[in-house]
Nanobody, 123 residues
Framework: QVQLVESGGGLVQAGGSLRLSCTASGRTFTRYAMGWFRQAAGKEREFVAAISWSGGSTYYADSVKGRFTISRDNPKNTVYLQTNSLKSEDTAVYYC????????????????WGQGTQVTVSS
């Protein structure tokens, strides 16, 4: 079992930045690929970014490419999402997720989820 806790969300003006964190406890963190997803009000959950267990590979949704950066610190059991140049359309609840081994973009292929952290971008 893996427990995930997100933090770092908040209210920010358009063009601003936030760094989201997701700390894992439970089983060995390094065995898990990690992903960030988001869900805006009235919309389906969508993929944002993913990172391999080693941190050597990353993948981004086109909508955030060049603005967001995913990274991980395995000794700290933490994955980060640095969000820059935020837009109003980035407003959503952001979730981190974990799955064994390879990173993927489909939400239903992740095994563990955090409770989410709200990001609100004001225009």
């Amino acid at each position: 079992q893996v427990q995930l806790v997100e933090s770092g969300g908040g209210l920010v003006q358009a063009g601003g930045s936030l760094r989201l964190s997701c700390t894992a406890s439970g089983r060995t963190f390094t065995r898990y690929a990690m992903g960030w997803f988001r869900q805006a009000a009235g919309k389906e959950r969508e993929f944002v970014a993913a990172i391999s267990w080693s941190g050597g590979s990353t993948y981004y949704a086109d909508s955030v490419k060049g603005r967001f950066t995913i990274s991980r610190d395995n000794p700290k059991n933490t994955v980060y999402l640095q969000t820059n140049s935020l837009k109003s359309e980035d407003t959503a609840v952001y979730y981190c997720a974990a799955r064994r081994m390879t990173m993927v973009t489909k939400a239903d292929e992740y095994d563990y989820w955090g409770q989410g952290t709200q990001v609100t971008v004001s225009s």
